[in-house]
């Protein structure tokens, strides 16, 4: 079945919801839309639909024009088992001690490494991505300084593999929060596929906005891998559920934002011990 996308970006979040929602009018019909924050510093924002027959390029050259978008790139994709192909991209990924792979892979696991069950369908964080690959290799990083976590937090857990990686090191308190259900549920469904059912502790939160968050707190080591405006929205919360020597694991940061979000870090006084760049991602290792 032939797959078409029709893809623009526009100013700001309103403008690209409105231009989305009437997106969904269009006949044909698009089988999903969706929006996204280039999260460039430039502004704009994303909005792609995606269609089995071809869409009404008219159609979408007056939505551009009506809502003050540049005009629509359409494409066809080729007919692709994506399924067999992201089996075949996503090859297991090592950090430092740590072996991430897919279950098509259950047979190629190095005895000398710790492994993490992910699937690709999942929610975000296979491992593969610059972002998760950094937060695992400064986790790796601090188990090989001597560092050891009584009590970890992962906000914006996705996958939660980086609680899990944790929980398969330290034994003590590890929650894993996110503000989507279902990636709450994601999280859940791989710690029992890891045989870790019940050993991270999951919720839905936004941030420490839980009370099992709370009364854990203060934390030795939080992982957030969202975004910038997220992380620097989460400095002051993060500052007051870490602990006085504790780390924080930052993420989702591309390679120009990282000196901004470390400066507003230092202001509340967890500062900078590492950075490593992984193509365009920054990862931040801080301490308070």
């Not at 390029?57 to 399924?83: C, I, Q, R």
């Not at 190629?108 to 998760?132: R, S, V």
């Not at 939660?160 to 398969?168: H, I, N, P, S, W």
């Not at 504790?246 to 590492?274: C, H, K, P, T």
């Amino acid at each position: 079945m032939p797959t078409f996308t029709a893809l623009t970006t526009l100013s700001g979040k309103a403008a690209a919801e409105a231009l989305g929602e009437a997106m969904e009018n269009l006949v044909p019909e698009p089988t999903g839309v969706g929006i996204l924050d280039l999260e460039d510093d430039s502004g704009l924002w994303e909005v792609g639909g995606y269609f089995t027959e071809a869409p009404d390029e008219a159609g979408l050259a007056l939505l551009a024009a009506m809502h003050g978008s540049k005009p629509f790139a359409v494409s066809e994709l080729p007919d692709t088992d994506w399924v067999a192909h992201v089996r075949r991209e996503l090859a297991p990924v090592e950090a430092g001690r740590f072996f991430v792979y897919g279950s098509h892979d259950a047979d190629k696991l190095p005895a000398d490494k710790i492994p993490l069950l992910i699937e690709a369908a999942m929610a975000f964080g296979t491992g593969h991505h610059g972002t998760t690959l950094g937060c695992l290799k400064a986790l790796d990083h601090l188990i090989g300084e001597g560092f050891e976590a009584g009590k970890v937090a992962d906000i914006g857990c996705g996958t939660a593999v980086l609680a899990m990686a944790a929980a398969r090191v330290w034994d003590g308190t590890i929650l894993a929060s996110d503000i989507d259900q279902v990636a709450v549920d994601v999280a859940e469904a791989n710690l029992a596929a890891n045989g870790m059912a019940g050993r991270v502790g999951c919720v839905e939160a936004a941030g420490f906005d839980h009370d099992d968050l709370q009364a854990t707190a203060p934390y030795d080591l939080i992982f957030a891998n969202i975004l910038k405006g997220p992380l620097v929205a989460l400095a002051p919360e993060m500052a007051e559920n870490l602990r006085p020597g504790g780390y924080a694991i930052l993420s989702g940061i591309l390679n120009e934002q990282a000196e901004n979000v470390a400066e507003v870090y230092a202001r509340n006084g967890i500062n900078q011990v590492r950075r490593d760049e992984i193509g365009d991602w920054t990862t931040l290792l801080l301490q308070k």
